[in-house]
């Protein structure tokens, strides 16, 4: 797969992910102290992050990615277990199942998307092939 494919993958799933994250907090979350406000920031997180990943090859926007992405699903699984700021669930609902589908899938395709950009040469640099600095070297 190329490197904008799976990035447009990943920017999907992480928007996949915050529409349930949306969803649930409209759903009655909101009312949770800690976790409703938690779910909103994930929501424009995801749409932030999924824009960056869009438009830019930078390591950095990928990792940034993963991190939320990650994040996410070890907050839900934690959540399902020893609970999260007092919240526990129990039931593996079908908006929990997607969540976590989403993220693990985003991960799986930034981390992809990586490793195909660190294969061709792309994504490494942190400056342009050309610049005035590159010149003055030669």
Do not use: C, D
């Not at 799976?6 to 349930?20: C, F, K, P, Y």
């Not at 938690?38 to 932030?48: D, E, I, Q, T």
């Not at 669930?89 to 985003?106: C, D, F, M, N």
């Amino acid at each position: 797969m190329t490197v904008r494919l799976t990035r447009s993958l990943a920017a999907a799933l992480l928007l996949v992910s915050g529409i349930v994250h949306y969803n649930l907090w409209k759903g009655g979350y909101r009312h949770i102290p800690t976790i409703g406000p938690l779910f909103l920031a994930n929501v424009f997180g995801s749409a932030v992050v999924a824009a960056a990943v869009l438009v830019s090859r930078r390591r950095s926007v990928a990792l940034a990615g993963m991190a939320l992405a990650a994040g996410s699903a070890v907050a839900l699984i934690l959540s399902r277990t020893v609970g999260v700021f007092g919240f526990t669930e129990t039931i593996w609902t079908p908006p929990a199942v997607k969540a976590l589908a989403s993220e693990l899938g985003a991960l799986l395709a930034l981390g992809l998307s990586g490793r195909a950009s660190a294969r061709s040469g792309r994504g490494s640099r942190s400056r342009p092939a050309w610049s005035p600095l590159h010149q003055a070297r030669s």
